[in-house]
Nanobody, 115 residues
Framework: QVQLVESGGGLVQAGGSLRLSCAAS????????MAWYRRAPSKQRELVAT???????KYVDSVKGRFTISGNSAKNTVDLQMNSLKVEDTAVYYC?????????WGQGTQVTVSS
């Protein structure tokens, strides 16, 4: 069992930045995939960014060039740097980790972007 706790969400003006962090209860070195999802109000959950254990990162088109996903093995965190934030980025952001045949989710952190 892996516990995931997201942090770093909050209020920010459009054009600003936030850094989300997903803290895992144990080493992230054996994780097969790390990802950030988000769910905007009244919307389906959307995959925002994903990174394989090999370090290959992918992003949904709407955040390319603005968001960066990274893993920090020293801190056991999966981070999401969000720059040039837009109002449309407002959502609850969730950390997701896949390890072998198990999948884990955090409880989410709210990101609100004002114009």
């Amino acid at each position: 069992q892996v516990q995931l706790v997201e942090s770093g969400g909050g209020l920010v003006q459009a054009g600003g930045s936030l850094r989300l962090s997903c803290a895992a209860s144990r080493s992230i070195l054996n994780f097969n995939n790390m990802a950030w999802y988000r769910r905007a109000p009244s919307k389906q959950r959307e995959l925002v960014a994903t990174m394989t254990s090999g370090g290959s990162a992918k992003y949904v088109d709407s955040v390319k060039g603005r968001f960066t996903i990274s893993g920090n093995s020293a801190k056991n965190t999966v981070d999401l740097q969000m720059n040039s934030l837009k109002v449309e980025d407002t959502a609850v952001y969730y950390c997701n980790i896949v390890e072998r045949f198990s999948e884990y989710w955090g409880q989410g952190t709210q990101v609100t972007v004002s114009s």
